[in-house]
Structure formats: structure tokens, C-alpha cells
């Protein structure tokens, strides 16, 4: 645990506690009295009401929409499903920057709802509630499909043979299973939507914000670190709670499973009730997730002199760029493929050690690291990246011009997803093969090397994978620590956005679409290396489900 609790302590509780500390304390006086001032300010709970119901409203909208989708993706059998799930899983490791353009481009000024309408949604919450539930649908369809396909079904046949209903045999026998997958999935959605950022202030517009976004402008614009200080505290706390409240419940329900293979419980549909909720789930994907992709693109591709890549040999350009930028903006493509990949070797590492640690040692102090490592997915990206500036700016860690800061930032928000994809794996592997291997004389290292890597080869490939997806495309912290001479793409996104004109616009959407395609070609590979699932029926944690 050594390596994942410096890494954590230095690179993220270190910079966070200096920038409370730096807006609260002045003259070695803490200011407390100060949380009630701001608390007190109507403006602040205003954006703490709404960060608050927009996230659960979010959260329910989300469960709403993608569960009927995670029954078929569990359940069902179809042609090209494998293409499928892997189209879904897109939005969900796409920057929320790229998901508030294309939602401009299909809801926003000159979009394509305003184009054959007149429909604008943008500045309206509406934009932004669509937006969570384009950007979390994967979460719910894998964390819960994930289990559900390996929920023997005949337990909820034998209820329904015992003469309960379908509705009472799927609420006693299939629900009570699925809960910590549930529980887990609306932990993530709600975190995602409770400190939702890119997509709030693309969408939102001066009418609405949420915390991370009053927290970046009170630090960015305003200078306000006493206020940005409080508004941090109070995301860290509640943060804290949903956490605490969502592990008393896992813990109370947890209990093994005896699980089978998913390819035993999915079948092609039968009837037409079933093939109209197939053909329902599909019309969802294609107007909920694929259409505002497919506008994206439309508009990357539409210049002023008709369809073609005038908006892609722009970004070769510096000139194109009116001083938006030191460099052409092609340049963020190969920066951020560069971040990503150390950022992904950094998460890897420190994952993988935290994983091993969870999975050898029992007790409080290792649950409560457990819960730890899912705070970079809460806490203000904002906060983390100004109080990088602020704390590693003095030997041994000045690193302020160094380039390594950006890929530090990333991973720590890939190191949650890399425990969590190898945790489950881990904890399946039979501790009697690594006794029986120590019997023999192997070294630790060797047993690790013969016995646990082969197991866990294809989970830590597809962890590395989620990890450099969420590291391309992490927005927060990097926007204010990303040299102006090495901008990454989502960071080369709002910058473009901000700037008026029809070519900065157009840049903007073909920078999304690269990353677009990007993070979907990482998920095609990935989807080839899902894990095979064995049919021996062995506990696994349910509420990791598949992330």
C-alpha cells in the first residue's frame, strides 16, 4: 500500500488541503467564520440547491432510461450486439467538453434541432439533464447488465412457478440481487453529475452552475480562493456522505452469488412484447446517444464552401487559429496521446498496488482506503489543478513548467477505474494456487508472476484501456496546468468554443470528433478483450459490476 498512499497523499490530498488552507487561513488565522458567510450568501445556495436536484434528477432520469437497456443487453441475443455495446460505452469515456459541443450542435444556436424547428434547449436545464443521461448511460447498461447476464434465471422462473407474478417474482427474487449493481451504478451517476463541469458551463449558459463550476470561476476569473475554499469543503463533505451512506448499504447486503455463464441466459427475443422493447432500446440509442454523435461530425465537416475537411486542414494552421493558441492546434492531438499514455502507465502502477493491497489485507483501515480511492471522481477537479500550481512549485517538486504534471492529473482520475475493473478479478483468484506455488519455493514475486498475472492479464489490459480513455479526455485539473505551448484536445476544445467565429466553432468540432474517434477505437479494442467469464459460479463483488 506504500506506493498508492504516497502517490495519494502528495499528488492529491497535499494540493487540496494547501488550497483550502490558502483561502481560509490568513495571517495564521483560520477563518471558520467564513464557511457561514458564504453559506449564508443566496447566490451560493442557489448553486448548492441546484448542483444538488439536477444530480439526483439526473441520477433517476439516467436509472429510468438505461435500465430497460442493460435487461436487453443482459438478456437478449442479437446481431451485432458486441458493435453495439461497444457504440454505448462511448459517451461514457468521452470529455464532457465533447459532450456539451455536440449537444450544442444539436440543441444550441444553428444546431440541427434549431435548423428544422426552431427548437433551441441550450441555457436550459433540459440541455443539461439529456446531456448526464447521453454521458452515464454505459455506466448503468454495464455496471448493471454486467451482473444481470450472470443471474441465473431460473431462481425467477421457480418464483413464478411457485405462483408469483412476473412484476412480484423480478421485485423478490431479481432485485434484491441486482441492488448493490443498482446502488453502485447510481453512486457513479450521481458523483459524475454532482460535479459536473464541461457540461454544465457549455450548456448551462450565466443561468446555471454547479459547484465545480462556481469553484472554477471564483478561482479563475474572480481570484476568490476564500469562497472557492468553502465551496470545496462542501462538495469534499458531500461527497464524503454519499460514499460513507453507499458502503454501510453494500456492506449490509453484500453475500455471494452463484453466478453462470452470460451466454447461457441470453436468447433471441421471443413474442412481440419482447421485440418491441428491443426496438425500443434501439430507438433510444440511436436518438439519445448516436444522433447527437452523428451531428458532431456533421457539423466538423460542413465549411463555408460546402461539405469537406476545410475545418481539419485548419488546425494545421496557426494563422487559423487567431492567437487562440502558441501552436497549430493539430498539436493537442499528439499532446494529448502522449499525456494519455504516461497517465495510463502512472494509473496502472498505482492501481494495480492498491488492488493487490485490497485484495491480501482485510480490516477497517484498508476498507476505508477502499473508499478513498473513488474521492479524485468526487472532489473538484478544479481545486486539485490550482492547488498543483500552488504546492509543487518549491525543490524537490517544483514541477510547474515540467510536463509531467498533466499526466499526474490524469491519473489520478484513472486510478479509481483501474481498482475497480482488477478488485473483483483479484479477489476471484483461489489463494490456494499462490499457497501451493509458495509451497513449491516461488518467491512472491514469482507467484505474482505465474499465478496472478495470467488470471488477471485481460482485466488489467481493459483497465489500462479505460484509463487512458478517461485520461485523454480529463478536463478539469488540466485546464489550468496544461502549458499554453502544449495544450491537450478537450482543453484545445473550450478555448475554441470560447472564442467567437464561424472557424473557431468548425475547429471545434473537428478537435471533438478526433478525440471521438479516438476513445471509440480504444473501446473497440477493448470490447475485444472483455474477460471470459467462467460458469464455476464463483463470488464476485456485485457492486463493481463490470467497471
Not at 98 to 106: I, N, S, Y
Not at 321 to 332: H, K, M
Not at 500 to 514: D, F, R
Amino acid at each position: 500500500m506504500a506506493v498508492p498512499v504516497a502517490f495519494f497523499a502528495l499528488f492529491f490530498a497535499y494540493p487540496v488541503v494547501a488550497i483550502v488552507g490558502r483561502g481560509l487561513e490568513i495571517d495564521g488565522v483560520w477563518q471558520f467564520g467564513r464557511i457561514g458567510e458564504v453559506l449564508g450568501r443566496a447566490d451560493m445556495q442557489r448553486v448548492l440547491w441546484f448542483t444538488t436536484w439536477q444530480a439526483l434528477a439526473s441520477t433517476a432520469l439516467t436509472l429510468l432510461i438505461a435500465l430497460p437497456g442493460a435487461y436487453v443487453f443482459a438478456r437478449f441475443d442479437f446481431p451485432g450486439k458486441g458493435a453495439l455495446r461497444a457504440a454505448v460505452t462511448v459517451p461514457f469515456v468521452l470529455p464532457t467538453v465533447v459532450v456539451g459541443t455536440a449537444f450544442l450542435a444539436l440543441l444550441g444556436r444553428g444546431g440541427l434541432l434549431d435548423e428544422l424547428w426552431g427548437i433551441r434547449l441550450d441555457t436550459t436545464v433540459w440541455a443539461i439533464l439529456l446531456a448526464h443521461v447521453f454521458f452515464n448511460y454505459a455506466v448503468v447498461v454495464r455496471t448493471v447488465g454486467g451482473l444481470w447476464a450472470q443471474l441465473d434465471p431460473r431462481q425467477e422462473e421457480a418464483a413464478r412457478v411457485l405462483g408469483a407474478g412476473r412484476f412480484a417474482a423480478w421485485r423478490r427474487v431479481t432485485l434484491p440481487a441486482l441492488a448493490p449493481a443498482l446502488a453502485a451504478a447510481a453512486l457513479m451517476v450521481f458523483l459524475f453529475t454532482f460535479t459536473s463541469f464541461g457540461v454544465v458551463q457549455i450548456l448551462g449558459g450565466p443561468s446555471y452552475s454547479t459547484l465545480e463550476v462556481e469553484i472554477y470561476r471564483q478561482t479563475a476569473q474572480l481570484l476568490d480562493l476564500s469562497t472557492a475554499a468553502v465551496l470545496t469543503l462542501v462538495q469534499f463533505a458531500a461527497v464524503g456522505i454519499v460514499l460513507a451512506v453507499h458502503a454501510w448499504t453494500v456492506r449490509r447486503r453484500e453475500a455471494a452469488l452463484r453466478l453462470v455463464d452470460p451466454a447461457r441466459t441470453a436468447r433471441r427475443p421471443r413474442g412481440a412484447g419482447q421485440w418491441a422493447l428491443l426496438g425500443g432500446v434501439l430507438a433510444t440509442i440511436v436518438l439519445l446517444l448516436l444522433v447527437p454523435l452523428g451531428v458532431l461530425v456533421e457539423r466538423s465537416l460542413d465549411g463555408p464552401g460546402g461539405y469537406g475537411f476545410d475545418y481539419y486542414r485548419a488546425l494545421g494552421s496557426l494563422d487559423a487559429s487567431g492567437g487562440t493558441f502558441l501552436v497549430p492546434p493539430v498539436e493537442a492531438v499528439w499532446n494529448s496521446l502522449e499525456y494519455a499514455l504516461v497517465a495510463t502507465g502512472i494509473a496502472v502502477i498505482v492501481g494495480g498496488l492498491a488492488a493487490a493491497a485490497l485484495t491480501r489485507r482485510a480490516g477497517r483501515l484498508v476498507r476505508g482506503f477502499d473508499a478513498l480511492l473513488m474521492l479524485p471522481l468526487g472532489v473538484s477537479a478544479v481545486t486539485v489543478g490550482f492547488g498543483f500550481l500552488i504546492t509543487l512549485d518549491e525543490p524537490p517538486l517544483d514541477l510547474r513548467a515540467s510536463w509531467i504534471l498533466v499526466p499526474l492529473a490524469q491519473a489520478l482520475v484513472g486510478v479509481p477505474f483501474v481498482v475497480r475493473i482488477m478488485l473483483p478479478v483479484l479477489r476471484a483468484v483461489d489463494g490456494r494456487l499462490r499457497e501451493a506455488a509458495a509451497v513449491l519455493g516461488a518467491s512472491p514475486l514469482r507467484v505474482w508472476r505465474e499465478v496472478d498475472l495470467p488470471l488477471v492479464r485481460r482485466a488489467l489490459l481493459i483497465a489500462a484501456g479505460f484509463a487512458f480513455a478517461v485520461s485523454l479526455g480529463e478536463f478539469g485539473a488540466t485546464v489550468f496546468i496544461a502549458r499554453p505551448d502544449n495544450p491537450t484536445l478537450p482543453v484545445a476544445v473550450a478555448r475554441l468554443l470560447g472564442r467567437p467565429g464561424e472557424l473557431n466553432y468548425g475547429q471545434a468540432m473537428a478537435l471533438s470528433t478526433i478525440l471521438m474517434v479516438v476513445c471509440a477505437s480504444a473501446l473497440l479494442l477493448l470490447e475485444r478483450m472483455r474477460p471470459r467469464t467462467s460458469s464455476r459460479g464463483a463470488p464476485i463483488d456485485r457492486s463493481a459490476g463490470e467497471f
